[in-house]
């Protein structure tokens, strides 16, 4: 007896998933709505107007919630678009105030997000552009983590909308804000998701939503040149380069996509990079490592290397992390870094350490997925004592 197998049926392919209108642009936004018949082309600019408002400003999570919105077109927004929130899978609070969230946007997409009281104006958030990171610089806990993907601008913008709501400041604040500033320099290096990144400043920037001023908005690199213009021309954000040393065989070894962009390269991008003043000034980061980059002929190095840029320097005290190979400098070291370069003009603030019972500090960031939670390291560290 001979079976014949029929094979002409195939499984239909899964439905993609609703688009999240927390991450659409102005433009984005009008022309999704035309396109999912939501609204005549003639109306998509104020119907825009109206779901934009209630997104960014109110910061609700429910089309329902839109009351100058007609039931009908409510239903046929709830049809084609969600507003969903991404999970929280594990929100923690450091002892000086400092909250981490563990946000899961998809399977197996974990980012991690800070937000640091007392920043800037009032606070500021640190958010995530990647999951994981490619650059590998040594001292950094999040470089030992592969990339996973590029963050939508939906998934950056989440951030944001978390923190906000954690803080419970909805509808946006015109003062008195707790969420001052924004900066990217949690996971993943920024100008490789550069249209992600500029469209995410876009939405959280606008003055009818988020509303957060673009000379609020840091944007950090580690020196990916060819995007340094199109950064400052497509953003106007304020731009921080994670520096580190001083002459190229050491930030070879410390920032290894130095080895690309080498110094020279580099400081030409900063020096041309859009907007550069006195009122806008380029802000170098410089994490303090014990006995490689934190001597006194470093710090005049320093000077001489961004001599004529309009700049200040962010000394960062070395975060440990398990397995790290560096130390902090200790203390009296990094004052008498600082003191160099301010008397060479320089600002330069030594950042306090904020959040790092929690892992929560700058350079310590990786996603749970990737690593032993800091809660199960210290039940461990508890019971072992």
Known sequence: MSVTLDLSRTVAPARPAPVNLSGLTRTGLRQALIDADVCPPEKAKMRASQVWGWIHHFGVTDFAAMTNVAKDTQARLAAAFTLNRPEIVERQVSNDGTRKWLIRTAPGIEIETVYIPDVGRAGALCVSSQVGCTLNCTFCHTGTQK????????????????????????????????????????????????????????????????????RRITVSTSGVVPQLTPLGDRTQAMLAISLHATNDDLRDVLVPLNKKYPLAQLMDGIRAYPGISNARRVTFEYVMLKGVNDSPEEARALVRLI???????????????????????????????????????????????RGRDILAACGQLKSESEKVRASTLRKAEQAAA
């Open 147 to 214: 990339l996973v993907r590029n963050l939508t601008a939906a998934e950056i913008v989440a951030q944001v909308q978390v923190a906000r709501d954690d803080l419970e400041e909805w509808p946006s604040p015109r003062e008195d804000r707790r969420l001052s500033n924004i900066v990217f320099m949690g996971m993943g290096e920024p100008l490789y998701n550069l249209d992600h990144v500029s469209d995410a400043i876009d939405i959280i920037s606008d003055n009818e939503g988020i509303a957060l001023s673009r």
């Open 307 to 353: 001599e004529g840029i309009p700049a200040k320097v962010n000394l960062i005290p070395f975060n440990p992390w398990p397995g790290a190979d560096y130390e902090c400098s200790d203390w009296k070291t990094i004052e008498r870094f600082a003191a160099i370069l301010n008397k060479a003009g320089y600002a330069s603030p030594i950042r306090t350490p």
